[in-house]
């Protein structure tokens, strides 16, 4: 009954586009459709129905692993239809399950909203691109759209380093070598050391999580390789500062160095719903010029973000403009615009402003209710 079930699941998962699908015991399942948790009016599971789901489709080493350390990640193909990127986890003594659907379709970066920028600098012959973001929030897509557009455009050998493998990559113009942790390979920062041998020209880092990771990627960029990596940072600034920051204090101004030498660019990203279903993703993005890889080098990143509003006619934009450009292109809600700005209060006075019809944003508009007191407090 179980096998019966999950193909049902699954195929309705897919044909509604739901993003995930969550199997805990005591209620039934629940898609994810555009960002909104929805239950499904069918029967509560039990302890044994979430056993007979995880058996059906996680392997061998997974269920190992779930019975050893409580948790295990992989990734299974559905058919034609999608793949499926599994976390089976313990909870209360029971065996719960989250399903985060893979699109088999890859979309471009122009389908994206991507700026052309991004394209343009993941064709240079080096350097580290990070994408950025809390989780959810689309990089896995973004960093395989970019991915596939080199496979399509250029002759290149690329490697990509995932847990667990995500999008699959054709070979179309490239050449792709896709390892999995725990599958083909132990750790991430190790992939990386032997991807240098294994004559690359790009190499995806799934996750930067520790030190010897972000050394490993860090180096490889400046040898001469493309390198793409992500971080669950929120901001460009952020991102650069955090780098800096897991390396102890008697390293940090070596690194500084290093990397404003191997950066060539940072998406910070995050995912909306838009005014009528689906999805949009709102960018931040920094392209690394010579006066920026100057303030990374002399520890001022507090100048990072007035430098990329001074670099627009680069391609560079903050966050919180993009934002206020969806809002006013009528795409997304201000309350979902607010919950993902960086400074909501300043973004709430910008779009008081527009509201009021003002038309410089920069002007501190008069608070509500401040006339009625005489006059305007000035």
């Given at each position: ?6 193909d ?7 044909k509604?586009g739901?993003?995930?699908i ?7 399942p ?5 960002g909104r ?17 995880m ?10 692993e ?7 990640d ?7 239809l999608?793949r ?9 003594g ?12 890859m ?5 994206l ?18 994408v950025?973001g ?11 759209s970019?991915v596939n557009?080199i ?9 990509t380093?995932e ?8 070979h179309?113009?490239s050449t792709?070598n ?9 750790s ?5 050391r ?7 020209d790009?190499i ?7 030190l010897e ?24 600034q ?12 008697n390293?940090?101004?070596?690194v500084?160095t290093?990397?404003?030498?191997s950066?060539?660019?940072v ?12 999805r ?12 920026i ?23 560079m ?5 993009h ?12 309350e ?5 700005a ?11 402003a527009a ?20 006059g305007?407090?000035?």
């Open positions: 009954m179980a096998t019966i079930l999950i049902k699941l699954l195929q309705a998962a897919v509604q739901a993003s995930d969550h199997i805990v015991v005591g209620q039934p629940v898609f994810r459709l555009h948790m929805r239950k499904l009016e069918t029967k509560v599971l039990e302890a044994d129905d979430a056993v007979g789901l058996k059906s489709i996680a392997p061998e080493r997974a269920q190992r779930l019975q050893e350390r409580g948790s295990a992989f990734g299974f193909a559905f058919g034609d999608a499926f990127r599994v976390s089976i986890f313990k909870q209360r029971f065996v719960s399950m989250v399903l985060r659907q893979i699109p088999n379709t979309l471009t970066p122009q389908q909203g991507l700026p052309d920028v991004c394209v343009k600098l993941v064709m240079r012959p080096r350097g580290l691109f990070l950025t809390p989780t959810g929030s689309g990089k896995s897509t973004t960093l395989a970019l557009y496979n399509e455009n250029v002759d290149h050998h690329i490697i380093i847990d667990p493998i995500e999008f699959y990559h054709y179309k113009k792709v896709q390892r999995e942790i725990g599958v083909d390979v132990p991430f920062s190790e992939a990386i032997r991807a240098l041998r294994q004559d690359p790009v995806l880092v799934g996750e930067m999580r520790d990771t972000i050394e490993a990627a860090i180096s490889a960029a400046e040898t001469g390789h493309v390198v793409f990596g992500t971080l669950h940072t929120n901001s460009a952020g991102t650069i500062n955090r780098i800096i920051d897991a390396f102890p204090g390293l940090q101004d070596q500084r290093q990397l404003s030498t950066i060539i660019g998406v910070a990203q995050s995912l909306l719903p838009k005014i009528g279903g689906g949009c993703a709102a960018y931040e993005i920094l392209v690394v010029t010579s006066g890889a100057n303030l990374i080098r002399e520890n001022k990143t507090f100048r990072i973000n007035s430098a990329i509003q001074t670099g627009a006619k680069l391609g934009q903050l966050m919180d403009d934002l206020f450009r969806l809002w006013r292109e009528q795409k997304v809600l201000i979902d615009v607010l919950g993902k960086q400074n909501p209060d300043d973004l709430a006075k910008r779009i008081y509201q009021q019809g003002l038309d410089d944003p920069t002007k501190e508009p008069d608070e509500p209710g401040m006339r009625k007191a005489g305007h407090g000035h």
